[in-house]
């Protein structure tokens, strides 16, 4: 029989809570392999076993899905056996001979969490080793650079064989940690911010800004993509999206050019805490770097800050764009990240936007605008599902 193995990380260290973590994994895998077919799960010694009901279940796709299942470090295939040596001599040669084929050299590793197994870890490699190089001739054994690492683990209840474990996603499990509202623009930074939080065990609600029609439904489209694609490690991340077209047009046109950036990014805070408070999130994630633009100079980012009453997370506010790529690459955002549909922070863009403001001239800037009614009513929309903006609404 073939089971998974799915290694624990960080949260075997989280001392008299670390069952409240474990419970929350083995509820998120249960949840995410469902579509896999039936199986059972068994967790000890930091370790979830996956053990198949039958021979329908889809073992390939649990075993991709695992991988990405925020609060695993490492993700395996293994062989079940009985903990005798004699059942693990007949069942590793079979199990392993695909692998060991196309390889020259390799070792054997032993691991004994059950000490009272009758040999050694050492005996149990040098005679499993021997074994295999009776069955495979070709091999040759190498200890310090092999090919192949065969691993045989000595637990509770059985003994397992297996070949290289793949990198899990690490983190934390998703929610255990409570949930936050994401601001996501459609760019790269956000869905890397989304994905970072996440992994440090973070529900997540999108929440997304929409001015019809200076942005396009395909714009909105691209954003779903994301948190999509984000939502494979992080789960389900429902969207809000918030009719801003009114908003901005009248920022546009009653608040000085060089202001307007700020002042809309306080408008969107004030809207997103809102909603946040409404769906049971208790802190703010956004994907501003430090310097990258006008508005994420420090004090800009201190006057958008001045109107939020909750944490405001910012995990990339000390990395570059080239460290944003990379790992919005990795997580296979960038391709749909940088499709040509422009959002709402990049209508009516200030040519000179004002990196040093002051919080008075922007409360000023603010209170010509007056803007609280529209506020409230782009609010009142968003949680009623209402962002098409039509030209009545625009005025």
Same mark, same amino acid.
Request: charged share 30%; with cysteine.
């Given at each position: 029989m073939e089971v998974l193995l799915l290694k624990c990380g960080e949260m075997v260290l989280k001392g008299l809570n670390r069952k409240r973590f474990e419970e929350r994994l083995l509820q998120v895998l249960r949840e995410r392999l469902a579509p896999c077919g039936k199986f059972s799960l068994y967790s000890m010694q930091s370790t979830v076993t996956v053990t198949p009901a039958d021979a329908s279940f889809d073992m390939d796709r649990a075993?991709?899905?695992? *991988? &990405?299942?925020?609060?695993?470090?490492?993700? %395996?295939?293994?062989?079940?056996?009985?903990? /005798? @040596? /004699? =059942?693990?001599?007949?069942?590793?040669?079979?199990?392993?001979?695909?692998?060991?084929?196309g390889v020259s050299t390799f070792k054997v590793d032993a691991r004994r969490s059950d000490k009272k197994f009758p040999l050694t870890s050492m005996d149990i490699m040098r005679e499993l080793g021997a074994v295999l190089l009776e069955r495979f001739p070709h091999l040759r054994v190498d200890v310090n650079d092999p090919e192949a690492v065969i691993r045989v683990e000595i637990r509770d209840r059985n003994a397992f064989v297996h070949g290289p474990a793949v990198p899990g996603a690490g983190g934390l499990p998703s929610g255990i940690n409570g949930r936050a509202a994401l601001l996501i623009s459609g760019g790269i930074d956000s869905p890397v911010a989304a994905y970072m939080m996440a992994r440090r065990g973070l529900a997540l609600t999108g929440i997304h800004f929409f001015s019809y029609p200076y942005t396009s439904p395909r714009a909105l489209q691209k954003v779903r993509d994301l948190l999509a694609i984000v939502g494979r490690a992080a789960g /389900?991340?429902?969207?809000?999206?918030?009719?801003?077209?009114?908003?901005?047009?009248?920022?546009?046109?009653?608040?000085?050019?060089?202001?307007?950036?700020?002042?809309?990014?306080?408008? @969107?805070?004030?809207?997103?805490? *809102?909603?946040?408070?409404?769906?049971?999130? &208790?802190?703010?994630?956004? !994907?501003?770097?430090? !310097?990258?633009?006008?508005?994420?100079?420090?004090?800009?980012?201190?006057?958008? =800050?001045?109107?939020?009453? @909750?944490?405001?997370?910012?995990?990339?506010?000390? @990395?570059?764009?080239? =460290?944003?790529?990379?790992?919005?690459?990795?997580?296979?955002?960038?391709?749909?990240?940088?499709?040509?549909?422009? =959002?709402? %922070?990049?209508?009516?863009?200030?040519? &000179?936007?004002?990196?040093?403001p002051r919080l008075a001239e922007i409360e000023a800037a603010e209170a010509k605008c007056?803007?609280?009614?529209?506020?409230?009513?782009?609010?009142?929309?968003?949680?009623?599902?209402?962002?098409m903006d039509s030209p009545e609404n625009r005025g």
């Open positions: 075993f991709e899905l695992s *991988r &990405h299942v925020f609060g695993l470090v490492s993700v %395996c295939r293994a062989a079940v056996c009985e903990k /005798d @040596m /004699d =059942d693990i001599y007949r069942v590793a040669p079979d199990y392993l001979s695909e692998l060991l084929s /389900d991340i429902p969207l809000i999206v918030v009719p801003f077209t009114r908003v901005q047009e009248v920022i546009r046109d009653r608040c000085p050019e060089e202001l307007s950036t700020l002042v809309l990014r306080r408008c @969107m805070m004030r809207v997103a805490q *809102r909603i946040a408070w409404k769906k049971d999130c &208790h802190a703010l994630v956004t !994907g501003e770097s430090l !310097g990258q633009v006008a508005s994420q100079t420090l004090l800009a980012l201190g006057v958008t =800050d001045a109107v939020a009453d @909750m944490p405001v997370f910012r995990p990339l506010i000390g @990395m570059d764009k080239t =460290d944003i790529i990379k790992i919005s690459r990795e997580i296979d955002t960038f391709d749909t990240s940088i499709l040509p549909y422009e =959002d709402c %922070c990049t209508v009516f863009t200030p040519k &000179h936007p004002k990196t040093k007056a803007l609280d009614e529209l506020l409230d009513e782009a609010y009142t929309r968003a949680l009623a599902g209402d962002f």
